[in-house]
C-alpha cells in the first residue's frame, strides 16, 4: 500500500507537470576520480541510456520504481556510479532490511538522488570543483555539494516507516546508529537527513531540505534556482513493497502491534471504605475492643466484681481454715482433664525429683560422663564446612532462580567478573566549557569537565596502568589481565573487553590527539567530535566527521554510551559527569578451577593499586574514585567478620561475668560471709553449660552434613544464653530462697526442689525445641540451619541443665555449707553466730512493691488500654515492612564498597543484563517455529521477541530496559544475498571439494563467493539455515557486514552436529534490566521476569503443535539472591505460625492439658511478635532473611518471658486470678528479670559499637526490642491479662493441696 498524495484534478496540470519534465535536465553524470574519493562529475544536460546489461540489472534489483515504464529508461547515472551506489548500500540493508518497506524507502531516497532523470527539479548544485582527469563526458568540473528538497511527505513517510527498525546485536534501534543522536525520541527527518548528507556518509555535503512549496536556492553559478519537492510516495511500514513477501513485524513497525495495553497491571491499594485496609481493620479491633473492654469494667464497678464475673471464691459449708477446704475438695471434683493433667504433672515432678536426687549424689560421675559426650559431639566441629558463598547461604539448592543458574553456568559458562571504576571530576579542577563545532558551523557543543583533552589523558594513564597489573601467583608465575580478560573475538583478536569511551580511540593517546585542520588552520573534526559521532553509532568503523576513524573498541566491537558513561541526561553524553570503566574477567563454574584462583589474584592486585591511587594520586589529578572488584563483597563481608570478633567477644565476655556475678548473694556485703555467699564459679559453670550445648550442636549438625553460617557463630549463641541463663537463675534463686527441713538431706532437697522447677524448665525448653525443628522446615538456608542450630543447642542445654549443672549445684552447696570461699574454696570462714536465708532486693521488691503496684485496678485497666492501642498500630503497619537486605548494611563502616555502591545508583545509565534462555527443544529451521521466538519481518508480535519489544516499551513496569538481541534475525540478514558487492555469507572450496568460511574481511583467499542460498518468503530453507549457521556464529563483524555473530552471538548458540546436521540446542536472548535502585525495584523486576518467561512459555506451546515441552527462564546474575524475598514474607507467617502451634500444643501437653494457660501463651508471644513488626517500621529495620531468624528467635526468647509465669500462675492453688498473679510475679519475675533481662542488656549495649552495620541494625536494634517486649510482655501485660482471664484454679490440684495440708495438720496435731 503506497502513501495517498494529493491528486492532480485537472489535465492542465498533468500536461505542465510532464513540460517540467521534460525541460527538466541532470545534476550530475559519472565520477571523477580524485586522492580522497570518487565524486559526481557535474553534468547540466538530458539523462542519458545506459547501455550496460548488468548495471542496469543491479539498479533494477535496488530501484525498481525507476523501470515503472521502461526497461531502459535515461538516467542520470552510469554504471560507474551504479556500482558504488550498490556498494554504499550494504551498511544499510544490514541496519534496515528487517523491515522492507523502510528498507526499500530509504534504497529509494538514494536511487531519485543518484540516477532520477529529472534531477534538477529537486536538486541543484551549489559549489563545484575544477576536474582535469577522465570522465565519462569529459567533464572538467565535479559536484562540490548540493542542495536537495524533499516534500513532507516523502521525507516523513521514510522516516516514519524506519523509526522503530530495531538492530538487535546492539540492543538499539536502527535509526539511534543512523541518524547519529543515539538516543529514542530525539532524531528527527530533518537530523537524519543531515546526518546522511554529511561527513563520510557523502562524499560531499548534501543540504536536505523538508517543504511542501519550491525553495530558492543559489547554484554555484550565482544563480537563483527554483526547487520543486521530490513528492515521490513512500511505502507504510505496516505494507511490503514485494507481496510475496511478509510485511515488518511489530518490533520494527508500531503499527503492525495489537491495540496498546499494560503488560504489567497496576497494583490497587487494599482499601475499605476510602480507608487503607490494614489501618480499617486495626481501627475496627481498637474500637471493638475498647467498647468491650469498657463495658466489662463497668459492669464490674457497678457490681463490685472481679473483671468479667469469672472470679469464683471457693465456698463452704464448714468452718474456718483447712476444714472448710477439705470439705470443698471432697465436695466439688475437677474433670476428666484436670484429672489427668495433675497425675501427669506429678509424674513429670516425681521424675525430675528422683532424678535431682541421682545427679546430687553423683557429682563427679554424672559431670564426668556430661564432659565425655559433649567432648564427642563437639569433636563434629573439625567436620564443619562454613559458608561464606552467598549463593549457598542465601539461595535454596531447589530454588527456581539457583537451578536458572545452575543450568546457565553449566550451558553457556558463568556470567562475566566485574572489575568497575565510576571516576568523577573535580568541577573545581576540571571546568565545563563550550566546543566549537566544526568550521563552516558557527555553533558550539557545551562538554563537562570530564571531557576536557587533559583529563581523558588521565583517565587513559589510569587506565593503562589498570590493563598493564600483574599478579604474583608464586613460583615464579605472574597473571595479567590478558590472562583472564573476555576477549569476544579470540582468537581473531586477543585485546580484552574494556568498556570506556577512550575505546573510541583504540585506547590510544596520539589517536586522542588527531584533528584535521584546514588551510586556515580552522578546526575540522577533534576528538571531541568523534566522541559525539561514536555515541550516535558506536559500530561505525569511519565516523562521520573528517577524521574518519573508527568507532570501534581495540577488542573490535562497540562501546554502548550508556555503558561507559554515566550522570547525564537524555542523549547529552558530552555532558556527563561521571566515567565508568569496566574490566570484563571470564568467570568459572569450579570453584577450584585455576584460573579462578589467578582471576581472584588479579583482582587483589587491582585493588590494591586503585586503593593506593585514590589514596595518594586522584585527588591531585581531580579525580573522585568509587571502585569495586568481583571479588570486593566477599572480601568485605569476611573483613567485617573479623572486625567484630572483638566486638562480640566483648558483647559475651559482658554477659559472662554479669552472669557470674548475679547468681550470688550479695547481702551483707560488709561481712566475710559475702565471699561464701558468692556464686561466680557456679555463674562461670553455667557459662561453660552454654558454650558445651552450642559446641554440641556444631558437632552434631557437622556430623549430619549441615553446613555452618556466620549467623549461627553470631546468633545462636546468644539465643542459648538467653533461654539457658533464665532457667540457670530460676534454679539456683528457688534453692537459695528455699529452707531445708531438719530432716531433709542436700540431695533430697535440690530433687524437691528440682521436682519443681524442673517441669518449668522442660515446658520452656520443649517448646522452643519443637518450634526450631518446625521452623527448621523452610526451604530458605540462612533459616533452615539456624533452626537446626538451635534446636540442638536449646536440646542439650536443657540436658546439661538438668544434669551436669545440677551436679554443680551440689557441689557448690557442699562448698557453701562447709563455709569456704567462693573460687578459693581451699580457704575456709569462721560460720556467723545467726544465719538466716535473704530473699534478695529483686524478689523483695517484686514481692513487696511491684506486684503489688502493678495488680491495683485502675492500673491493670490502663494496662490493658495501653497494650491494646500499641497492637493494634502494630497490626496497621505490618504491610508496610519494607522487604530486602540493603547491601550497604553488610558492609563494615567507612568500606570503599558503600561508596561504590551509592555511585552505582547515582551515576550508572542502564542495569544488568537480562537473558532469557530458552532450553533445547525447538527446530530454527522451521518456518512455524522460527516464528516462536524471532521479531523480524513476518514474525508474529507475541513471540518471545515481540513480548520482550512491548515489556521495553514500558520500562517502568516491567523493568527492562531495551528490545532483546535475537541471534535468528540478525542470521536472516546475514544469509541475506548482496545484489552486488561482499555478501557477508561466503566460501571456498579447497581440492578436496571441501567448503571453507571466507569472512568479509578476507580479501586474500582465492575463489570465495557467495553462498547458495535459497530464500522462502524471506525466510532461508531449512538445509541453508543449518549448514551456515555456524560460520555465522564465527563471522567476526566488520564495515562490510555488521551482522557477523561472533561477537555478539558466539555464547549465546549451543550447537550440535556439523553442516546439515546442525540442530541449534540452548540459545539465549538477551536484553538489559533498567537501573535498580531500591530492594523493591529488584525483588519486582524479578517477579515480571519470571511471569513474562513463563507467557512465553504457554505462548509457545500454544501457538506450536511440536512445542509442548519447550521451557523458558529468565536469568540475570542478581535473581539468585532476590528469590528469596519474593516469598519471604509468606514464609515468615508460616514459621511463625508453625513455632505458635508448637508453643500451643506443648504448653498444652506439659501444664496438664490447660488448653486456656496455652491460649494465653499464645496470645502473649504473638502480640511480642507483633509488636517486633512495629518496631521494625519505626526503625527501618527490612524483612529478609536475618531478620527472620530473629523472628523465630523471639519466640524462643519469647517463652522464656511467659511461661515460667504462667505455669506458676496455673499451679498456685491461691483464690482469686489477682492473687495467684501477683504470687507467680513475685516468685518467677526477679529470675525472669534477672537471668533475661539484665543479662542481654549487658551484651545487647556492646553490639551498638559493631564496626558492621548489620549487626547494627538486625542485631542491636532487633535485641534491643526482642528484650524489651519480652520484658513489658511477661512482668507487665501477662500478668495483668491473668489478672483478667486467667485459667481458673485446676480443681483436683486444690483438693490435693487440701489433702496435704490436712494430713501435714494431723501429723503435727493440729486438726481436731
Known amino acids: 500500500m503506497k502513501i495517498t498524495h494529493t491528486l492532480l484534478a485537472a489535465p492542465i496540470l498533468v500536461l505542465l507537470s510532464l513540460l517540467v519534465q521534460v525541460q527538466a535536465d541532470c545534476v550530475w553524470y559519472g565520477e571523477c576520480f580524485n586522492s580522497d574519493n570518487n565524486v559526481n562529475c557535474l553534468y547540466e544536460g538530458p539523462p542519458l541510456n545506459m547501455n550496460n546489461d548488468t548495471a542496469l540489472s543491479i539498479l533494477k534489483n535496488y530501484c525498481p520504481t525507476l523501470f515503472d515504464h521502461s526497461d531502459d529508461p535515461p538516467l542520470c547515472c552510469d554504471s560507474h556510479q551504479v556500482s558504488t551506489f550498490a556498494n554504499n548500500m550494504g551498511a544499510p540493508k544490514q541496519f534496515l532490511s528487517r523491515c522492507p518497506s523502510c528498507y526499500q524507502n530509504f534504497l529509494d531516497l538514494f536511487c531519485y538522488t543518484t540516477c532520477y532523470p529529472n534531477a534538477s527539479t529537486f536538486m541543484t548544485p551549489l559549489t563545484n570543483i575544477s576536474y582535469t582527469g577522465p570522465s565519462p563526458l569529459n567533464s572538467t568540473e565535479s559536484v562540490g555539494s548540493v542542495a536537495v528538497v524533499l516534500s513532507s511527505n516523502f521525507a516523513n513517510g521514510l522516516f516514519e516507516s524506519c523509526k522503530d527498525v530495531q538492530f538487535p546485536s546492539n540492543n538499539q534501534k536502527a535509526i539511534d546508529l543512523l541518524c547519529g543522536t543515539g538516543s529514542d525520541g530525539v532524531c528527527t527527518p530533518q537530523v537524519w537527513l543531515d546526518f546522511l548528507g554529511h561527513g563520510s556518509n557523502s562524499p560531499f555535503p548534501m543540504y536536505y531540505n523538508i517543504s511542501d512549496t519550491p525553495i530558492v536556492w543559489q547554484s554555484y553559478r550565482k544563480v537563483n534556482v527554483s526547487l520543486t519537492p521530490l513528492n515521490e510516495t513512500s511505502y507504510l511500514c505496516s505494507s511490503s513493497p514485494d507481496p510475496s513477501k511478509p510485511s515488518c513485524s511489530c518490533q520494527d513497525c508500531a503499527a503492525m502491534c495489537p491495540p496498546h495495553k499494560d503488560v504489567v497491571p497496576h497494583p490497587v491499594e487494599w482499601e475499605i471504605l476510602s480507608i487503607e485496609g490494614m489501618v480499617f481493620v486495626a481501627g475496627s479491633i481498637l474500637v471493638g475492643f475498647v467498647i468491650l473492654f469498657g463495658s466489662c469494667q463497668i459492669w464490674y464497678y457497678v457490681h463490685k466484681k472481679d473483671s468479667f464475673g469469672l472470679e469464683h471464691e471457693v465456698r463452704t459449708t464448714l468452718g474456718n481454715g483447712s476444714s472448710r477446704s477439705h470439705a470443698a475438695s471432697q465436695s466439688r471434683g475437677g474433670n476428666i482433664l484436670e484429672k489427668i493433667g495433675l497425675k501427669w504433672e506429678q509424674v513429670l515432678e516425681s521424675a525430675f525429683s528422683w532424678w535431682g536426687r541421682v545427679a546430687a549424689r553423683h557429682p563427679i560421675k554424672v559431670i564426668a560422663i556430661s564432659f565425655i559426650i559433649c567432648g564427642i559431639l563437639t569433636f563434629g566441629i573439625y567436620f564443619a564446612k562454613v559458608i561464606t558463598d552467598p549463593v549457598e547461604l ?643 563483524p566488520t564495515a562490510a557486514c555488521s551482522k557477523g555473530g561472533h561477537a555478539a552471538y558466539g555464547d549465546a548458540v549451543k550447537l550440535s552436529g556439523l553442516g546439515s546436521e546442525t540442530k541449534v540446542g540452548a540459545s539465549y536472548y538477551m536484553t538489559y534490566h533498567t537501573v535498580l535502585q531500591k530492594d523493591a525495584d529488584y525483588i519486582n523486576a524479578l517477579n515480571f521476569s519470571l511471569g513474562l518467561a513463563k507467557d512465553m512459555e504457554r505462548t509457545i506451546q500454544h501457538n506450536c503443535t511440536q512445542c509442548h515441552d519447550i521451557e523458558v527462564f529468565p536469568y540475570s546474575v542478581w535473581h539468585v539472591f532476590y528469590e528469596q524475598y519474593l516469598t519471604v514474607a509468606t514464609q515468615t507467617w508460616q514459621n511463625l505460625l508453625i513455632c505458635m502451634a508448637a508453643v500451643f500444643v506443648v504448653t498444652f501437653l506439659l501444664l496438664g492439658f490447660d488448653i486456656w494457660s496455652a491460649v494465653i501463651a499464645v496470645v502473649t508471644i504473638s502480640m511480642i511478635v507483633n509488636s517486633m513488626f512495629g518496631l521494625m517500621y519505626l526503625w527501618d529495620i527490612s524483612l529478609n532473611a536475618v531478620s527472620l531468624v530473629n523472628l523465630v528467635m523471639t519466640v524462643g526468647i519469647s517463652v522464656e518471658f511467659c511461661s515460667h509465669i504462667i505455669r506458676s500462675f496455673a499451679v498456685s492453688p491461691l483464690k482469686t486470678r489477682v492473687e495467684r498473679a501477683r504470687h507467680a510475679l513475685s516468685t518467677m519475675g526477679s529470675s525472669v528479670l534477672n537471668g533475661i533481662t539484665f543479662t542481654k542488656i549487658v551484651g545487647i549495649v556492646v553490639l551498638a559499637f559493631a564496626d558492621s552495620q548489620i549487626f547494627v541494625v538486625f542485631y542491636f536494634r532487633m535485641y534491643v526490642g526482642i528484650v524489651s517486649f519480652g520484658l513489658l510482655h511477661g512482668l507487665v501485660f501477662l500478668p495483668v491479662l491473668l489478672s483478667f482471664v486467667g485459667p481458673p484454679v485446676n480443681k483436683e490440684r486444690l483438693a490435693h493441696k487440701d489433702r496435704e495440708d490436712r494430713q501435714q495438720l494431723i501429723s503435727n496435731g493440729d486438726l481436731f
Open 394 to 1036: 542465601w539461595s535454596a539448592p531447589t530454588s527456581v532462580t539457583r537451578s536458572n543458574k545452575n543450568y546457565f553456568d553449566s550451558t553457556f559458562n558463568p556470567f562475566y567478573r566485574t572489575e568497575q571504576l565510576i571516576i568523577r571530576f573535580d568541577p573545581k579542577k576540571w571546568k565545563s566549557s563550550m566546543h566549537e563545532d566544526p568550521y563552516p558551523a558557527i555553533t558550539y557543543t557545551n562538554i563537562s569537565g570530564g571531557f576536557q583533552l587533559n583529563f581523558l589523558k588521565e583517565l587513559l594513564y589510569l587506565q593503562n596502568n589498570i590493563s598493564a597489573l600483574r599478579a604474583d601467583m608464586g613460583n615464579n608465575e605472574t597473571v595479567g589481565l590478558e590472562d583472564i580478560c573476555y576477549q569476544p573475538l579470540y582468537p581473531d583478536n586477543k585485546n580484552c573487553v574494556i568498556n570506556s569511551v577512550l575505546q573510541y580511540f583504540q585506547n590510544n593517546e596520539t589517536t586522542l590527539e588527531r584533528k584535521v585542520t584546514d588551510f586556515f588552520k580552522d578546526t575540522l573534526a577533534d576528538y571531541v567530535d568523534h566522541i559525539k559521532s561514536c555515541t550516535g553509532d558506536p559500530s561505525q568503523t569511519i565516523d562521520s566527521t573528517k577524521l574518519a576513524s573508527s568507532c570501534l573498541a581495540e577488542f573490535g566491537g562497540p562501546v554502548s554510551p550508556w555503558v561507559a558513561l554515566g550522570g547525564y541526561s537524555g542523549n547529552n553524553y558530552l555532558q556527563a559527569t561521571a566515567h565508568v570503566l569496566t574490566f570484563t574477567v571470564n568467570n568459572y563454574h569450579n570453584p577450584d578451577d585455576p584460573q579462578l584462583a589467578k582471576a581472584k589474584a588479579w583482582e587483589k592486585e587491582y585493588l590494591t593499586f586503585v586503593e593506593r591511587f585514590v589514596r595518594e594520586e586522584a585527588e591531585e589529578k581531580g579525580m573522585m574514585i568509587a571502585y569495586s572488584a568481583e571479588r570486593s563483597i566477599e572480601d568485605e563481608l569476611a573483613r567485617a567478620s573479623k572486625s567484630d570478633v572483638a566486638t562480640i567477644a566483648i558483647s559475651y565476655l559482658a554477659m559472662f561475668f554479669y552472669i557470674a556475678c548475679a547468681l550470688g548473694d550479695w547481702l551483707p556485703c560488709c561481712t566475710p560471709q559475702v565471699l561464701v555467699q558468692q556464686k561466680f564459679s557456679l555463674g562461670m559453670c553455667g557459662v561453660l553449660v552454654v558454650l558445651l550445648s552450642v559446641g554440641s550442636s556444631i558437632g552434631i549438625n557437622s556430623y549430619m552434613g549441615f553446613s555452618l553460617t556466620l549467623i549461627i557463630l553470631e546468633v545462636v549463641p546468644f539465643l542459648v544464653l538467653a533461654v539457658g541463663t533464665d532457667n540457670i537463675f530460676i534454679l539456683v534463686n528457688a534453692l537459695g530462697r528455699d529452707q531445708r527441713a531438719v530432716s531433709e538431706t542436700r540431695e533430697e532437697q535440690i530433687g524437691r526442689v528440682l521436682g519443681k522447677i524442673g517441669p518449668s524448665m522442660l515446658l520452656t525448653s520443649l517448646t522452643e525445641v519443637c518450634a526450631f525443628f518446625l521452623g527448621g522446615l523452610t526451604e530458605m538456608p540462612a533459616v533452615k540451619t539456624f533452626a537446626f542450630y538451635s534446636a540442638f543447642a536449646v536440646l542439650f542445654d536443657f540436658l546439661l541443665q538438668i544434669t551436669c549443672f545440677v551436679s554443680i549445684i551440689s557441689l557448690d552447696m557442699k562448698r557453701s555449707e562447709q563455709h569456704r570461699v567462693d573460687v578459693a574454696c581451699c580457704v575456709k570462714i569462721t560460720p556467723p553466730r545467726y544465719s538466716e536465708k535473704s530473699e534478695g532486693i529483686l524478689y523483695a521488691f517484686f514481692k513487696n512493691f511491684y506486684s503489688v503496684g502493678l495488680l491495683t485496678d485502675w492500673v491493670r485497666s490502663l494496662v490493658i488500654l495501653v497494650f491494646g492501642v500499641w497492637a493494634c498500630f502494630c497490626i496497621a503497619v505490618v504491610n508496610k515492612l519494607d522487604i530486602g537486605l540493603d547491601q550497604t548494611l553488610s558492609m563494615p563502616r567507612g568500606s570503599y564498597v558503600i561508596d561504590y555502591l551509592s555511585e552505582i545508583n547515582t551515576y550508572l545509565s542502564t542495569g544488568a543484563p537480562l537473558y532469557f534462555v530458552v532450553k533445547p527443544g525447538l527446530d530454527y529451521s522451521v518456518r512455524q517455529q522460527q516464528n516462536m521466538v524471532c521479531g523480524s519481518a513476518g514474525c508474529p508480535y507475541d513471540s518471545l521477541a515481540g513480548q520482550i519489544y512491548q515489556a521495553a516499551g514500558q520500562p517502568n513496569g516491567t523493568y527492562i530496559a531495551h528490545p532483546a538481541s535475537a541471534w535468528i534475525d540478525d542470521y536472516f540478514s546475514w544469509l541475506a544475498p548482496a545484489a552486488s558487492g561482499l555478501a557477508c555469507c561466503r566460501y571456498a572450496v579447497d581440492g578436496n571439494g571441501t567448503k571453507t568460511f571466507c569472512s568479509s574481511s578476507d580479501t586474500t583467499t582465492p575463489g570465495c563467493k557467495s553462498c547458495n542460498v535459497s530464500f522462502d518468503k524471506g525466510r532461508p530453507k531449512p538445509e541453508d539455515f543449518k549448514e551456515y549457521l555456524d560460520w555465522y556464529l564465527h563471522d567476526n
